[in-house]
């Protein structure tokens, strides 16, 4: 849906341009008869059909609705109704350049193209012959030099890495505070993450493009990170940046909090924000600063060792005397609660950052983890203890005579297997040729772990009751879906641009779309 109302949108503002300017081109052409009512006729080229209909079709149903509008309630332009004239290009090259001189043949006042490439089929014909084209799409060769084809924006070469510059400088600031007063969109939450857009090629004058840990699997692709911030009830994004694609998360939250005040400055109505992340962006050196410059958080507290006794400071069949509200969209009415918590004081000190501080953690427990860890650790000690088993098998044959080998193999199994390895007791005896293996599992530690199963810790700096707590961490999987708007419907890839400003200005681009989504999404 998104896709589609972004193709309309982008149509639109081509044929928009192009009306402007049918009272010119119109001018010489009204008719003999005062009976008569005077027409001019335009052209549409439209991808109707074929591998681009996706776009075009939606883009093109969008221009001949505006036409019908404008003849049927405004009366047309300057007092002339508008006939269209419309041929379906099929994304063909060759039809394209048919249909231009069908069009003018037709007597055609100009002509418009969705995409850059039918336009560049079209051009030569259309420049040759003083006939005006409107791309809705365009590309520096269409419009460099001048002729007689003319585009909606600047291209995706330097004009428009220069206008992307500037309407991040100059313009989003004033959209994002417009947008906030008209609309009273609160801003109370902030939810904030990180996403990876992976290149194939080489891009060595690109300096941001990076490797580094890709979120499309693409670990072999250089790639650039995209910080985002969004707001938490309407998901609209406020505040975003181009870094480099070796960044570690949890190395950008501070810097991106000042860049959000920078965009938020001047705000008519300032709120305490509240920063809410996942896990990689919050570890204790952020949480430390975080507290140490004032800033609001909301998230869930790295699983490290010294926090262990505050996850399990209370008994599970305390924690579950205590069900949260919050329900998944997915859940059927009448089920149980899935997530229980209770409110518990977390103390945490810096790592490289010197400092302590006092946090309000929220303990959760939630049915659907416990069953997702036990599954888990269950696959895995049933993997390690076949893996233990093969070991004992081949003991006191061949290399496995040796217990310097069958330890090392040992602690290959060990070591792959960390996760589990504390639940079994290895016992390796005797000597040379004459090894015992014992194997066996550990009650203690496999009771302790049950009684794990299920528990996070979620901390904030702010005094938020249980359900706030639980409810705006959930909501962050808005931006998640921001994100994946980003890659599916608007489709910013794949990308065929080499400088880094011009992918930085198309990404920029792509961001402004986004906000429109989300505003007519929300």
């Not at 590309?139 to 030099?145: A, D, E, G, K, Y």
């Not at 309407?234 to 070796?246: H, R, T």
């Not at 305490?272 to 507290?291: E, F, G, K, N, P």
Request: overall charge negative; proline content about 4%.
């Amino acid at each position: 849906m998104n896709c589609i109302k972004l193709s309309k949108a982008t149509g639109l503002a081509c044929l928009a341009l192009m009306l402007i300017s049918i009272p010119l081109l119109g001018a010489g052409c009204g008719s003999d008869s005062e009976d008569t009512v005077d027409k001019v006729k335009v052209g549409f080229s439209i991808c109707y059909t074929g591998v681009a209909a996706e776009k075009g079709r939606p883009m093109g149903n969008a221009k001949l609705d505006c036409i019908k509008y404008i003849n049927e309630e405004l009366g047309g332009v300057a007092g002339y109704q508008i006939e269209v004239i419309w041929r379906d290009n099929q994304y063909d090259a060759s039809k394209a350049t048919t249909i231009v001189s069908e069009l003018m043949d037709a007597g055609c006042l100009l002509f418009t193209t969705n995409s850059s490439k039918m336009m560049m089929a079209s051009a030569e014909t259309a420049n040759r012959n003083d006939f005006p084209g409107f791309a809705v799409f365009s590309s520096p060769v269409l419009t460099n030099p001048p002729q007689h084809i003319y585009a909606q924006m600047p291209d995706y070469g330097d004009d428009w890495a220069a206008f992307a510059k500037y309407y991040l400088d100059n313009i989003w600031k004033e959209i994002v505070h417009q947008a906030m007063t008209c609309f009273g969109l609160s801003l109370s939450f902030i939810h904030y993450d990180i996403t990876s857009i992976y290149f194939e090629g080489a891009y060595e004058e690109a300096d941001k493009l990076a490797y580094g840990y890709s979120r499309d699997d693409k670990s072999d692709c250089k790639q650039v990170n995209l910080q985002l911030n969004i707001t938490g009830e309407d998901g609209i994004p406020l505040a975003f940046e181009v870094i480099n694609g070796s960044i570690s998360d949890r190395t950008t939250p501070i810097e991106n909090m000042h860049a959000l005040r920078e965009v938020l400055e001047g705000m008519p109505t300032r709120e305490d924000v509240i920063l809410v992340s996942d896990q990689a962006m919050l570890d204790r050196d952020v949480i430390v600063q975080y507290h140490q410059q004032g800033i609001g958080y909301l998230g869930p507290l790295p699983a490290l060792k010294e926090y262990e006794e505050v996850v399990m400071a209370r008994s599970l069949a305390e924690v579950q005397e205590h069900p949260l509200s919050y329900r998944p969209k997915r859940q059927k009415a009448g089920e149980p609660p899935i997530y229980y918590g209770v409110l518990v004081p977390v103390t945490i000190s810096g790592d490289k950052v010197e400092g302590t501080v006092e946090a309000q953690g929220l303990l959760v427990y939630s049915t659907r983890k416990a069953k997702l860890d036990a599954d888990k650790r269950t696959t895995r000690l049933d993997r390690y203890l076949a893996r233990l088993d093969t070991i004992k098998r081949h003991l006191n044959t061949r290399k496995y005579k040796k217990a310097a080998y069958t330890w090392e193999q040992l602690h290959k199994a060990q070591s792959k297997y960390a996760a589990v390895k504390e639940l079994v007791e290895v016992q390796l005896e005797g000597e040379d040729g004459q090894l015992v293996l014992r194997v066996d599992v550990r009650a203690d530690p496999m009771t302790l772990a049950q009684e794990r199963d299920g528990r996070s810790l979620l901390v904030t700096n702010r005094p938020l009751s249980a359900e706030e707590m639980m409810k705006h961490f959930k909501a962050q999987d808005q931006i998640e879906k921001r994100n994946q708007t980003l890659k599916g419907p608007i489709r910013i890839r794949p990308i065929f641009l080499h400088k880094q400003e011009r992918i930085e200005s198309l990404i920029t681009e792509a961001q402004a779309t986004l906000g429109e989504a989300a505003g007519v999404s929300g």
